[in-house]
């Protein structure tokens, strides 16, 4: 089955602590992304990847992190720095063209409550 | 950028056909998308078109593109239970950008 897996679905976080949000695909993508969505508003870009080794940073990429040391792997690190980090996360990936069609396909999310 | 509008809410009663609207601003927008979103979980590709297309049926989904208007419109006929989610559209440009943005999404709820 192919796909986007993201872990933990829920994560409880005390203030002041760092944590990791997994994000794993199995499609051969080339490019990965991640995107913050609070209550009754859309989806806010924080980091994305085009290519192993090389990211960039999204629209609020403040208080967090990122790695992609292995083309199925993008994980997302919220630090201490982020003053408001309770939302729901979507990882997401695409082929990564940058002509054409280049649809991103999501993850289940991963739904973070600081404590 | 791109700039994608869309309104928040849409009721509509069982069987009748929905129709959910957006604007967006990058006249060179190649491809515009369509996600379903429910409840606590990810985005689900529904349908797309592509910009030199202004209409594209997919059994019960519609989409209409105004290419002049900046206009993107699903409809969803015959409207179920099962389709109570929130939808968002997304643009994408042609200039070796190939991040999305995405709509505030619209939260449609079926009247029994």
């Known amino acids: 089955d192919g796909g986007i897996t993201q872990s933990p679905k829920y994560l409880f976080r005390k203030e002041g602590q760092n944590v990791t949000l997994s994000c794993e695909q199995n499609?051969?993508?080339?490019?990965m992304y991640w995107y913050r969505q609070d209550p009754g508003q859309g989806l806010r870009l924080i980091y994305y990847?085009?290519?192993?080794?090389?990211?960039q940073k999204g629209d609020i990429a403040e208080g967090y992190s990122v790695s992609r040391e292995k083309k199925e792997s993008f994980p997302l690190t919220v630090t201490s720095a982020q003053k408001n980090p309770t939302a729901f996360y979507l990882c997401?990936?695409?082929?990564?063209?940058?002509?054409?069609?280049?649809?991103?396909?999501f993850g289940p999310g991963t739904r973070l409550t600081v404590l | 950028g791109e700039d994608v509008e869309q309104s928040l809410f849409l009721s509509v009663r069982e069987g009748d056909s929905s129709v959910i609207n957006c604007t967006y601003t990058?006249?060179?927008?190649?491809?515009l998308y369509w996600y379903k979103q429910e409840p606590g979980a990810g985005l689900q590709l529904l349908t797309y078109?592509?910009?030199?297309?202004d209409m594209k049926q997919d059994q019960r989904l519609t989409v209409l593109l105004n290419k002049k208007d900046k206009h993107l419109s699903l409809r969803i006929a015959d409207t179920q239970t099962g389709d109570s989610a929130i939808y968002f559209c997304?643009?994408?440009?042609?200039?070796?950008?190939?991040?999305?943005?995405f709509g505030t999404g619209t939260r449609l709820t079926i009247i029994p």
């Open positions: 997401a990936s695409s082929i990564g063209q940058t002509s054409g069609r280049n649809e991103q396909f």
């Open positions: 499609l051969n993508h080339d490019a």
């Open positions: 990847s085009q290519i192993v080794n090389d990211f």
């Open positions: 990058d006249s060179s927008s190649t491809y």
């Open positions: 078109i592509f910009s030199n297309m």
């Open positions: 997304a643009g994408v440009s042609n200039f070796g950008n190939e991040k999305l943005t």
